[in-house]
T-cell receptor, first 114, second 112 residues
């Protein structure tokens, strides 16, 4: 079956702009989570959506937001981009109904802010 | 407060050697202990995981050892191969959150 698909794979934005990233989870998965990965900070959890509701949230400023649609597809948005937002943004999906559900990651969206 | 401490940060071993990566945690509510493997340009992928009711789990060349009293678990890669060169993350999870807490990662390089 198809894996987690993220688009776009690469993008370059200017400071102050906003960006929207998209994630299509594995069919049947209702949980979608987002992570930011940088060399200095490692993998940091942004937020998780389950059945269109934000269920968990990490410690990121309000410029980072997300949503999930009825088909479980998810988007995340970053407004007023800063240079420090340059990172690999990873989306992951799982069944989300119990501890230990295998989490499947997409290949990520590489964001460069200039 | 860093809930998960992973060590070493980087590791270089020769082909055929044993690679050992450790993870120490503080949250006693963790009840699922996975290791993820990430190759350059790819997202992390589940490698092997253990529940706290067992002390060891082996899958091929990969073994997890779990020490509940010490709040530590480790990944052992036997007969390390150049294809194992990747970044490894421990990411324990508690039943109430559904979200793993990732360690900072260990960059493993296996020389041929």
């Amino acid at each position: 079956k198809a894996g987690v698909t993220q688009t776009p794979r690469y993008l370059i934005k200017t400071r102050g702009q906003q960006v929207t990233l998209s994630c299509s989870p594995i069919s049947g998965h209702r949980s979608v989570s987002w992570y930011q990965q940088t060399p200095g900070q490692g993998l940091q959890f942004l937020f998780e959506y389950f059945s269109e509701t934000q269920r968990n949230k990490g410690n990121f400023p309000g410029r980072f937001s997300g949503r999930q649609f009825s088909n479980s597809r998810s988007e995340m948005n970053v407004s007023t981009l800063e240079l420090g937002d340059s990172a690999l943004y990873l989306c992951a999906s799982s069944l989300g109904d119990s501890s230990g559900n295998t989490i499947y990651f997409g290949e990520g969206s590489w964001l460069t802010v200039v | 407060q860093q809930q998960v401490k992973q060590s070493p940060q980087s590791l270089i071993v020769q082909k055929g050697g044993i690679s050992i990566i450790n993870c120490a945690y503080e949250n006693t509510a963790f009840d699922y202990f996975p290791w993820y493997q990430q190759f350059p340009g790819k997202g992390p992928a589940l490698l092997i995981a253990i529940r706290p009711d067992v002390s060891e789990k082996k899958e091929g060349r990969f073994t997890i050892s779990f020490n509940k009293s010490a709040k530590q678990f480790s990944l052992h890669i036997m007969d390390s191969q150049p294809g194992d060169s990747a970044t490894y993350f421990c990411a324990p999870e508690s039943g109430g959150s559904y979200i793993p807490t990732f360690g900072r990662g260990t960059s493993l390089i296996v020389h041929p």
